[in-house]
């Protein structure tokens, strides 16, 4: 089948765009380049490091429609269903958590992505420091597939306040996170998730540059060490990539800086309910 249109963003290789152009056989090809247009492609589009990967993407599209972007671009929304919402508060039930202040915890990061990951330790501080906060705070720790063994040691750890959420279908997880008031994760797409569904989201960023990958919209908030050597991504040392201890941008983040700035969101979103707005 010979498609009409094809985009391509970055992080692809050369011979693998080549590859794919030759497979899908598009009548018009548009993607990025950084200083040197690609031949590979039909239109061009420059990317710079101060824009959001969103509208980088949107550029893309406005080059095909000759269009100029608007000044603020809408964010992104997931709008969960009344199933998905029975399902959330099923999960609920099962587990006995009622009126409880919920907090979601992602300390994974994907198989692939270990570097992306703030200390076990420190997370386990992070969730006995706002525990002490207010005696109805309850958490949500958010496992994927391969996680659980990440998890394992938040829980063990506090096990009446900790719920591990582990193998929900992903519709049901958006579900529970609209049911929380505060999302901490790593440089995960669980914040992006947060964030759409209008859960107050809280990054920990290390190598990564939250200018271009944070979730696009109001509902987020980052921190990271501010060291001079990050963000480095794609760029990072191999023994970053290799050697959890020589992570200095997420070991130098202590607890007690995520704690102050999640306390604050927190305190802030003291209003909010704990049950989700319809669209």
Partial sequence: QKYDCAFFTTS??????????????ASLTIGE?????????????????????????????????????????????????????????????????????????????????GFKRWPTEHFIELIHELSKLNANNHFFLFAGHDELELVTPLYRSLPDKCTVVHTLPLRTVAALIERCRLVITNDTGLSHISAAVGTSALSITGPTNPVK???????????????????????????????AKA?????????????????AILTQNKSRTDKPVEP
């Fill in 12 to 25: 692809g290789t050369i011979w693998k765009t080549m590859a794919f152009l030759k497979v899908i056989n």
């Fill in 33 to 113: 380049y950084r200083k040197v247009k690609s031949p590979f492609f039909d239109i061009n589009v420059v990317r710079t490091d101060d824009t959001h990967r969103c509208v980088d993407n949107a550029k893309l599209v406005g080059a095909v429609m000759n269009k100029t972007l608007p000044a603020q671009l809408p964010a992104p929304k997931v709008w969960t269903t009344d199933k998905d919402g029975g399902e959330a508060d099923a999960f609920l039930k099962d587990n006995k958590i009622k009126d409880k202040i919920i907090i979601g915890i992602q300390n994974g990061s994907g198989k692939t992505q």
């Fill in 213 to 243: 990958t944070a979730p696009f919209g109001q509902a987020y908030s980052s921190i990271s060490a501010g060291l001079k050597c990050s963000p480095c991504w794609p760029k990072i040392p191999k023994k970053c990539l290799n050697d």
């Fill in 247 to 263: 992570r200095k941008c997420l070991n130098d983040l202590l607890p007690e800086m995520v704690i102050a700035k999640a306390s």
